[in-house]
């Protein structure tokens, strides 16, 4: 069982900055893929951003240029650096993962973490 822990939301005013955190556990093998992806109300959940073990990353066309996607091998840890933030960005914001537990893949989510950006 992998085990995903996701902190930073909250809320923030409109040009204003966040920085989510998606901290994975439990008896992992190796990570492939990290990312975030987002839910608003009524609205499906969509990308955000992913990266890779090679540290290559794909970015929602929405997120370019505003947010950067990093991880930390070493902590099995992804992170999102939200900047100029817009209310349009209010959502949900859940991490994925997936890699190899001994020889079985996992792709796993977490629970959520709120993003609301509002004056």
């Known amino acids: 069982q992998v085990q995903l822990v996701e902190s930073g939301g909250g809320l923030v005013q409109p040009g204003g900055s966040l920085r989510l955190s998606c901290a994975a556990s439990?008896?992992?093998?190796?990570?492939?893929?990290m990312g975030w992806h987002r839910q608003a109300p009524g609205k499906q959940r969509e990308l955000v951003a992913r990266?890779?073990?090679?540290?290559?990353?794909v970015y929602a066309d929405s997120a370019k240029g505003r947010f950067t996607i990093s991880r930390d091998n070493a902590k099995n840890t992804v992170y999102l650096q939200m900047n100029s933030l817009k209310p349009e960005d209010t959502a949900v914001y859940y991490c994925?993962?997936?890699?190899?537990?001994?020889?079985?893949?996992?792709?796993?989510w977490g629970q959520g973490t709120q993003v609301t950006v509002s004056s």
């Open positions: 994925r993962v997936n890699g190899l537990m001994g020889v079985r893949r996992f792709d796993d």
């Open positions: 439990g008896s992992i093998f190796s990570i492939d893929m």
């Open positions: 990266i890779w073990t090679s540290g290559d990353t």
